[in-house]
């Protein structure tokens, strides 16, 4: 379908995220294993209305007012193997080092300027995936690079956060999620919008996720890895495919 087009002369912008979740013994903030549990083998369950806060300037994010508007009710299904952290019923435990020590390694392989101390973020999230209505987010450095076919690719972010939990049923005015998956250590990153052509976007994206598999400390299976896709034209505007799990997808 992209045969023949000029992507220079369209103007053609393009940059990736990609998602991985890391192969650890233990959650990002408690204690808890990162193993799959099916939904029928709950043994708990909760409910939650979230609503949003204002930031730090006094401002409300958009998104999540619209999100409130809707005003659905969020269930969540425990096991036993999560625990009070994940239900946002008690702190998170101090960050989970061979998480952090994984985020360090793929660093160096990506280039990347790692910052001299590592601080953990909030990232507002109230569509339920999360029981305390953000994301913890820890920034490990910019400046990136990787070499391919196509020239130098910017790596502009890489970060060390839980992964979100896993959503079981959407009954419409609810919500229904799993909380094995939530807390789950996972790395995002984030490259320049040095892509200039959909090959070279695939390209981008299998080379990234090799060095991801060469730690020998990534999950693998489907779920484990997505990738968000950032595209625009000139005169158009921008667009974002968000969770395209396949790499011929790209």
């Known amino acids: ?7 220079r002369a369209l103007g053609l912008v393009c ?39 204002r930031s730090e300037l ?26 009070l952290v994940e239900a946002d019923e008690e702190p998170p435990r101090e960050i989970n080092f061979e998480a952090m020590e994984i985020a360090l390694v793929i660093a160096r392989l990506l280039n990347i300027k790692i910052v001299d101390e590592v601080q953990t973020m909030r990232k507002m999230v109230i569509d339920g995936s999360n029981t305390s209505g953000f994301q913890r987010t ?10 391919t076919s196509q020239g130098r690719v910017g790596i502009g972010v890489l970060c060390l956060e839980e992964e979100a939990a896993r959503i079981v049923a959407d009954n419409g005015d609810s919500l229904i999620f799993s909380l094995d998956r939530l807390g789950i250590p996972l790395v995002e990153i984030g490259t320049a919008p040095d892509i200039v052509s959909p090959a070279h976007a695939r390209e981008v994206a299998q080379y990234l996720g090799m060095i991801l598999r060469s730690t020998g400390r990534v999950k693998r299976g489907l779920g484990t890895i997505r990738q968000d896709v950032n595209v625009s034209i000139k005169g158009g505007a921008r667009v974002e495919v968000k969770g395209v799990q396949a790499l011929n997808l790209v």
Do not use: W
């Open 138 to 147: 820890a920034y490990i450095g910019s400046e990136g690079f990787v070499e």
């Open 15 to 53: 940059g990736i995220e990609i998602h991985q979740q890391l192969d650890t013994a233990c959650k990002l903030f408690c204690g808890c294993p990162t193993k799959h549990r099916e939904a029928e083998e709950s043994n708990f369950e909760f409910f939650r209305y979230l609503r949003p806060s």
């Open 1 to 7: 379908m992209s045969e023949g087009l000029d992507f």
């Open 58 to 83: 006094g401002e409300i994010d958009r998104a999540a007012l619209e999100e409130v508007l809707v005003s659905r009710k969020f269930l969540y299904k425990s096991y036993d193997t999560t625990c």
